[in-house]
């Protein structure tokens, strides 16, 4: 009895250290998501949405190199490198790979159907729509003009090489290259919320597992 009295005033210190991610962030453990597996969710994310799934691929590869854990000095987090108010105001939790993605793909999306534009969409996701619409294009900051410049180099190779989760069937979602850049399915929707609060209740469970062992 005094043992879980210990754990789970331990589990409410964790909480109160972790607010945002709590005890997933605290007791992470490795899995098997590869560089692979992470490509195939962006590619089907991109398709949901409607968005060029090579320019997705090349955001991510600028934005973190396919790091899920990255996080950079000014607290973008994540795949997608969502900053916490941007996530905030999404509706997602950049801590989750899935939310992560989605959350990128969806604000990227709705800055190219606002501009109208894919580089301006991207000069809009690196410095911010203010400063697209206050310079009426791409904003002379020497950080924005190379970022718009490396992720269109990325997506011309892609579209000279493309990687492979582009143009093989791994499942349903994931079309032939050609035909995903053109195609905007109806049918194949964004995981909804009750998905993702399932696989988030499936990741907790295994969190829990490896700390019930741990201190038995």
Do not use: C
Request: hydrophobic share 35%.
């Amino acid at each position: 009895m005094k043992k879980r009295g210990i754990v789970l005033g331990l589990l409410f210190t964790i909480n109160l250290l972790f607010p945002v991610t709590g005890i997933h962030k605290a007791f992470s453990m490795p899995d098997s998501i590869t560089e692979d597996t992470i490509k195939s969710k962006i590619v089907r994310q991109a398709i949901n949405y409607g968005l060029d799934p090579a320019i997705a691929l090349s955001v991510a590869k600028q934005e973190s190199n396919f790091n899920r854990a990255a996080k950079s000095p000014v607290g973008a987090i994540g795949l997608f490198q969502l900053m916490p108010q941007t996530a905030e105001d999404l509706g997602v939790n950049p801590y989750y790979i899935n939310e992560n993605i989605e959350g990128g793909i969806s604000y990227l999306k709705s800055l190219k159907d606002q501009f109208g534009s894919t580089k301006l969409a991207l000069a809009a996701y690196n410095a911010g729509p203010g400063a697209v619409n206050r310079y009426g294009g791409i904003p002379p900051y020497h950080e924005t003009q190379n970022y718009v410049k490396n992720i269109m180099y990325y997506y011309q190779d892609y579209q000279k090489n493309p990687d492979p989760v582009l143009i093989r069937r791994n499942d349903a979602d994931i079309q032939d290259y050609q035909v995903a850049v053109n195609v905007q399915n109806e049918d194949q929707k964004p995981e909804t919320p009750d998905e993702v609060q399932k696989q988030q209740n499936s990741e907790n469970k295994n969190i829990f597992a490896h700390f019930w062992e741990y201190i038995s």
